[in-house]
């Protein structure tokens, strides 16, 4: 079992910055790909970025490609999702996700993902 507690989410303007942190606990970190998914109401969930084990590999959605930076820190137990230049259309529920698979099938949907946090609401305002 891996339990994960999302945190730093909350209100915005446009064009402000935000990081998200997700701390993991239970089975090694350091063993699995982590990524953040996002869903905004009425929505489906979408996938927003993805790491892999070891050597840290990344990939993002294209709505958020230049924007986001994700990050791990396997000492820590933790991954984090740097937001900048964020706009009115990021506004979601963010949830960090842990997966054994590699960073491409997280890329592909949140179908079968291993867990899940709870998620944390990141509202941005124009």
């Known amino acids: 079992q891996v339990q994960l507690v999302e945190s730093g989410g909350g209100l915005v303007q446009a064009g402000d910055s935000l990081k998200l942190s997700c701390a993991a606990s239970?089975?090694?970190?350091?063993?699995?790909?982590m990524g953040w998914f996002r869903q905004a109401p009425g929505k489906e969930r979408e996938f927003v970025a993805s790491?892999?084990?070891?050597?840290?590999?990344?990939l993002y959605a294209d709505s958020v490609k230049g924007r986001f930076t994700i990050s791990r820190d396997d000492g820590k137990n933790s991954v984090y999702l740097q937001m900048s230049s964020l706009k009115p259309e990021d506004t979601a529920v963010y949830y960090c996700?842990?997966?054994?698979?590699?960073?491409?099938?997280?890329?592909?949907?949140?179908?079968?993902?291993?867990?899940w946090g709870k998620g944390t609401l990141v509202t941005v305002s124009s």
């Open positions: 239970g089975r090694p970190f350091s063993s699995y790909t």
């Open positions: 996700v842990a997966d054994q698979g590699p960073t491409w099938r997280m890329s592909r949907g949140p179908t079968g993902m291993d867990y």
């Open positions: 790491i892999s084990r070891s050597v840290g590999r990344s």
